[in-house]
């Protein structure tokens, strides 16, 4: 099972990226994918996921803000982040589980190395 993450960058508050996660090895349309993010001497948080069925989940500092997607026949999840803020600055995970399914608990599957957000004021 691999997941790569790309999309990442520096952008000024108010901007926007959108991170891409290709996924390999495994029946991707029938597991759940996340994003979360680390910022250094910060805990790690869950930003959003989307179940198998379409069904998504976002954390409430981002909600309205950020969308995630996925488009199962290229084996890709997407995170659209608009209105970027600094506190954003972060870096990015993807993870995919068979069987752990909320914010609190995707990065538990299989995980990526990361992408970079770096948002200035």
């Known amino acids: 099972v691999q997941l790569v993450e790309s999309g990442g960058g520096s952008v000024q508050a108010g901007g926007s990226l959108r991170l891409s996660c290709v996924v390999s090895?495994?029946?991707?349309?029938?597991?759940?994918t996340g994003w979360f993010r680390q910022a250094p001497g910060k805990e790690r948080e869950g930003v959003a996921r989307?179940?198998?069925?379409?069904?998504?989940v976002y954390a409430d500092s981002v909600k309205g803000r950020f969308t995630i997607s996925k488009d199962n026949a290229k084996n890709t999840a997407y995170l659209q982040m608009n209105s970027l803020k600094p506190e954003d600055t972060a870096m990015y995970y993807c993870?995919?589980?068979?069987?752990?399914?909320?914010?609190?608990?995707?990065?538990?599957?299989?995980g990526g190395q990361g992408t970079q957000v770096t948002v200035s004021s």
């Open positions: 993870a995919a589980s068979g069987t752990w399914c909320s914010l609190g608990t995707i990065y538990l599957g299989y």
């Open positions: 090895g495994y029946t991707y349309s029938s597991y759940c």
């Open positions: 989307i179940d198998s069925d379409g069904s998504t």
